[in-house]
């Protein structure tokens, strides 16, 4: 069973910084292409960044300079450092794998950034 579980939201103040991680099972982790991507209320789903099972990476650009996309493959974990937060960056965060079978999604995490 494929399972992709996020943790490391929260509320934070804007300037902050939070690391988002998603522990991932089930899957052949080293093959899947992982993605975090954000919903804000109201909005549509966007992808925030990517990063290939090579490990090429690929950030959205209103992110690009604050937020970082990695992966441990011994850990079958993606991780998603984001700095210099903004309130435009509340959402809540998705961590997606993408494999030749198919795509799976985690539950989510949010991410409220206020003052």
């Known amino acids: 069973q494929v399972q992709l579980v996020e943790s490391g939201g929260g509320l934070v103040q804007p300037g902050g910084s939070l690391r988002l991680s998603c522990a991932a099972s089930?899957?052949?982790?080293?093959?899947?292409?992982m993605a975090w991507y954000r919903q804000a209320p109201g909005k549509q789903r966007e992808v925030v960044a990517a990063i290939t099972s090579s490990g090429s990476t690929n950030y959205v650009d209103s992110v690009k300079g604050r937020f970082t996309i990695s992966r441990d493959n011994a850990k079958n974990t993606v991780y998603l450092q984001m700095n210099s937060l903004k309130p435009e960056d509340t959402a809540a965060y998705y961590c997606?794998?993408?494999?030749?079978?198919?795509?799976?999604w985690g539950q989510g995490t949010q991410v409220a950034v206020s003052s």
């Open positions: 089930g899957i052949l982790f080293r093959l899947a292409n």
């Open positions: 997606n794998a993408n494999l030749p079978n198919g795509g799976h």
